[in-house]
């Protein structure tokens, strides 16, 4: 279990591409882009599992303080390194624990014909040492944890050091239920966002520097919890 002070902020908001235009610009004076960014920005596909009930889902909708989920993770549809991640949340702070899973694991797992042979998929994860992959497969097992939804976007992230400040803008976000696919390039799904609206990102550890601070608040925005998976479940019909 991860201490308080392992936790990050993170602040959410919705954000439009004029907004986007005019951060970008001035936070590239201030800020470095980070290095992983191919012209700008990479991408980003997240397999995310949720229980027969759809709690972590519903309790991201209700606020729900204390939380967490799982996901799996590429970049820029690279299967040679893969995240099996677990995001947390507590008392208004964030912590992601992050694992190296395999390709053919990540197969076994979300292969199986019906949630209610989650614990059959599960025997991929129970002979790893990793505490990560042993909460999943007891997750897997007692809750039928299964894959609910893949969240795909494009982002284009700045970063500073002072602060260990990133900040993120997530464009075209997509879900998808197409999980025999989640390692293709022709994977397809549904909008979760109409028009021009994307998700900015804000996250640091104790403080965030004044110059960065200045920047943003010249645009007013009002925080949003703007959960990516969330976002991807309601496009998806689920009621809470």
Do not use: W
């Not at 002070?5 to 201030?30: G, H, P, Q, S, T």
């Amino acid at each position: 279990m991860a201490g308080l002070m392992d936790y990050r902020i993170e602040n959410k908001y919705f954000v439009y591409e004029d907004e986007i235009a005019f951060l970008k610009n001035r936070l590239k004076e201030i800020m470095q882009i980070d290095p992983h960014s191919e012209d700008g920005a990479y991408l980003v596909r997240s397999l995310y599992f949720d229980d027969m009930d759809d709690n972590a889902y519903r309790k991201i909708a209700a606020g729900v303080d204390q939380r967490s989920k799982f996901r799996i993770r590429t970049y820029n549809n690279d299967d040679s390194h893969i995240l099996l991640e677990e995001k947390s949340k507590r008392k208004g702070f964030t912590h992601k624990e992050s694992a190296l899973i395999s390709k053919d694991t990540v197969k076994e797992m979300i292969g199986s014909d019906s949630i209610f042979n989650t614990s059959k998929a599960a025997c991929a994860l129970k002979d790893r040492d990793d505490f990560l992959f042993k909460r999943l497969y007891c997750n897997m097992n007692t809750m039928l944890l299964h894959p609910v939804t893949i969240v795909e976007y494009e982002r284009a992230a700045y970063i500073e050091k002072a602060g260990n400040v990133r900040i993120t803008f997530d464009t075209n976000i997509m879900g998808s239920c197409e999980f025999d696919r989640m390692f293709d390039h022709t994977l397809t799904g549904r909008a979760a966002l109409d028009g021009d609206m994307h998700v900015l990102e804000i996250k640091y550890d104790e403080f965030l520097p004044d110059e960065i601070a200045g920047v943003l608040g010249g645009l007013g925005l009002s925080r949003s919890s703007c959960s990516k998976y969330a976002l991807c479940m309601e496009r998806m019909g689920i009621d809470i």
